[in-house]
């Protein structure tokens, strides 16, 4: 795999977060290419967003937020998942593999299972990148502006 | 003096060209204000003095210069070049120059794969591609994507009156606000914020009473119908009800994107899926992108190797 791959992982910051958090503390060890970004509520990732990190080149998204019905804002967490199939879907449209993306649910005194899920990300981009090496040296369609 | 406009067309259909032609009145208005150097449509110009093949394009220099349709061929790249030099305002006129517009819908193909499709399938006999049809480039271009633009007139084609203003107010050098809401803003249609849980086919009619104004019909998308007015663009119908709707029908999107570096595709699909739509019920989702599909929007499938799809 190309070790300049980064995956974004969008964490909510009342349960993924705190499981990140803790996963730091408890020393787990996972890979060094995941980028955590810190936001409110995984249901306040636009798809736009998540969008945007793969044309800037990122290998993988992830959006993890906490748990069904756990939600520190009650629903938000359901709006991520709609969103979630929306864009896992669209992603194929717009020429993404659908391994480049993945939703999924931690809660805070789960870290084991964040680390679970980052190996799992990183193992599936690296067989991503052995089927389809093109897809994850990103910003092969962004041309660079004259004049 | 006056200033002058120069007026350049690329890969696209020349509606932009008629829309502006079409302005009635104000052409006349206009034609009195600026000087014409150069409009393909309208008067004869040789781009090269024919001393050689491979010299640059020559075009007379402007103050203001209007470029229709996306780039699609080679020799689009030198005639944009040539604009952007001798131009020093540059506007992008009609979709195909802001977001690729319709031609850029073969960029979920490859140039090949199109030629091949056009020229020999099923449904057209083999014939050869024609030695006199300029090569295709690999996809087409939003001229943005080439040289910078100084002003974008999405619209297919725009509204004249907006193409007549905004070359007015370059002239005198006056502000001009262009509209930047979607479709949606000047909509009258009545919602009430709970529709059809699905999609319905394109070929389904909206439910209304034919003599009642338009603001008693109820929101297109609420009655089902795939309306792009949410995603795109407004303006076509100035401050008044859109043009598509005006007729009935539920916006195509020919505006593109509200937002620069919006994408129709994506953020329809999140409008629907927000509002506990069932996206699945789309038949073709890529064609939501018809008109914006530069930028990298759309592009050919990738191959697995071991040639598996991707599925």
Request: charged residues 20%; neutral net charge; glycine residues 10%.
């Amino acid at each position: 795999m190309n070790w300049d791959a980064k995956i974004i992982a969008f964490c909510c910051n009342w349960c993924s977060y705190a499981a990140a958090d803790l996963a730091g503390i408890s020393r787990l060890q996972y890979s060094g290419s995941i980028r955590i970004i810190r936001v409110l509520c995984s249901g306040m990732v636009h798809p736009q967003q998540v969008l945007h990190a793969l044309e800037k080149g990122a290998a993988g998204v992830m959006i993890i937020g906490c748990h069904s019905g756990e939600c520190h804002y009650l629903k938000g967490n359901e709006l991520a998942l709609a969103r979630a199939e929306v864009i896992a879907d669209t992603l194929e449209d717009l020429g993404y593999a659908k391994e480049q993306f993945e939703f999924t649910w931690v809660s805070s005194a789960e870290p084991e299972r964040l680390v679970a899920a980052f190996h799992r990300m990183s193992a599936r981009l690296a067989d991503l990148d052995r089927d389809m090496p093109v897809t994850i040296t990103g910003g092969a369609w962004q041309q660079n502006n004259e004049t | 003096m006056k200033p002058k406009l120069s007026c350049e067309w690329l890969h696209g259909c020349s509606g932009c060209e008629i829309a502006l032609l079409n302005s009635g009145e104000l052409l006349l208005s206009l034609f009195q204000q600026v000087d014409i150097v150069h409009f393909p449509l309208l008067m004869d110009h040789k781009y090269t003095d024919g001393a050689g093949d491979d010299e640059e394009v020559s075009l007379p220099e402007a103050d203001i210069g209007l470029v229709t349709g996306g780039v699609g061929l080679e020799s689009h790249h030198g005639v944009l070049k040539a604009m952007r030099r001798q131009c020093r305002i540059l506007i992008a006129l009609g979709t195909c120059a802001v977001h690729g517009g319709i031609p850029a819908m073969r960029n979920q193909w490859t140039a090949g794969c199109t030629m091949e499709t056009v020229f020999s399938t099923a449904t057209t006999e083999a014939a050869p591609v024609p030695d006199a049809v300029p090569a295709l480039l690999d996809r087409v271009l939003s001229i943005d994507e080439q040289v910078r633009v100084d002003v974008s007139l999405p619209g297919c084609p725009p509204r004249p009156k907006m193409i007549v203003s905004v070359v007015e107010a370059l002239a005198q050098q006056k502000k001009l606000r262009l509209p930047y809401k979607s479709v949606c803003e000047t909509c009258p249609t009545v919602r009430t914020g709970k529709g059809q849980a699905v999609i319905r086919r394109g070929t389904a009619k909206p439910e209304y009473t034919p003599d009642e104004p338009l603001s008693r019909m109820r929101c297109l998308l609420e009655q089902g119908l795939l309306c792009m007015g949410p995603v795109t663009a407004g303006g076509c119908g100035g401050r008044e009800v859109p043009l598509c709707l005006r007729s009935r029908v539920p916006c195509r999107g020919c505006y593109g994107p509200v937002h620069e570096g919006g994408n129709q595709l994506l953020d329809m699909m999140n409008a629907l899926a927000s509002n506990g739509i069932d996206y699945r019920t789309i038949i073709d989702r890529k064609s939501l992108l018809r008109f914006s599909g530069a930028h990298g929007r759309l592009r050919p499938e990738k191959k697995r190797r071991g040639g598996q799809q991707l599925s």
